[in-house]
């Protein structure tokens, strides 16, 4: 009885079959090849004009806020301030002489502008007194008035004397008007209005009383004359 023939082992397998030994020996060059590759690639340098492959940039970058200090504003003396002379609040919170608004850069004395001052408002009534008679124990006193508004308007005349006692008042021409009396003199109220540049004289009787008054005003306004 014949006996069936082993397969070979070991060197003798690898012998017997060659197409292993040929196998093994591409995939080892190819290994070789590929890690021959990998590392002329990482020891050559970059060829002339070559750029090196550009960075990514942030779209934006903000820096961190940094507080900056503010100066605390310079005191302010009295009779020295930087707006009415026009200069920083430093320099005038110095004491330097250019802070002085009344003096120059250079030390002389500048020109100021003193306030306008409005021009007198003309009464709308205008009164004078004088005395028309004079004799023994009183006298009749008289206030001419003259309107110079343009429109028509009624008056009021007030005077005031030391003493004495008012015996009658009157207008000449014209409606009377309504006399109050009072311990020291007496009001009257006139009864017609006077036109546009007309005139009205108010008379009256005073006894011992002294012909200058104390006061006379029409509509409010000191009577000239006196």
């Known amino acids: ?36 590759l990998g590392a002329y ?55 330097s002489p250019s802070a002085d608004p009344t003096v120059g850069p250079i030390g002389k004395p500048t020109a100021t502008r003193s306030p306008s001052r409005a021009a007198p408002v003309q009464p709308a009534m205008t009164g004078r007194y004088r005395v028309v008679q004079s004799f023994d124990g009183g006298f009749i006193g008289e206030v001419a008035m003259v309107n110079t508004s343009a429109r028509s308007r009624g008056w009021t005349v007030r005077l005031e004397f030391s003493g004495g006692r008012l015996v009658t008042a009157w207008v000449e021409g014209v409606p009377q008007g309504t006399v109050r009396q009072s311990d020291d003199g007496f009001t009257y109220v006139s009864g017609v209005e006077v036109s546009p540049g007309g005139s009205v004289s108010l008379r009256f009787h005073m006894e011992r009383a002294s012909s200058t008054p104390r006061e006379c005003t029409v509509d409010g306004v000191r009577c000239d004359g006196l």
């Not at 397969?7 to 021959?36: D, E, K, N, R």
């Not at 970059?46 to 934006?60: K, R, T």
């Not at 970058?61 to 026009?86: C, D, E, K, M, Q």
């Open 41 to 95: 690639r990482g020891r050559s340098p970059a060829p002339d004009g070559a750029q090196p492959p550009a960075l990514p940039v942030p779209s934006a970058v903000v820096a961190p806020s940094v507080p900056t200090s503010v100066p605390s504003p310079a005191p302010v003396l009295p009779g020295i301030s930087g707006r009415a002379s026009g200069l920083p609040p430093s320099a005038a919170g110095s004491g």
């Open 1 to 36: 009885m014949r006996r069936v023939p082993r397969p070979p082992h070991g060197p003798v397998a690898i012998a017997t079959s060659p197409w292993i030994v040929v196998g093994a020996g591409v995939v080892v060059m190819v290994v070789l090849l590929i890690v021959a």
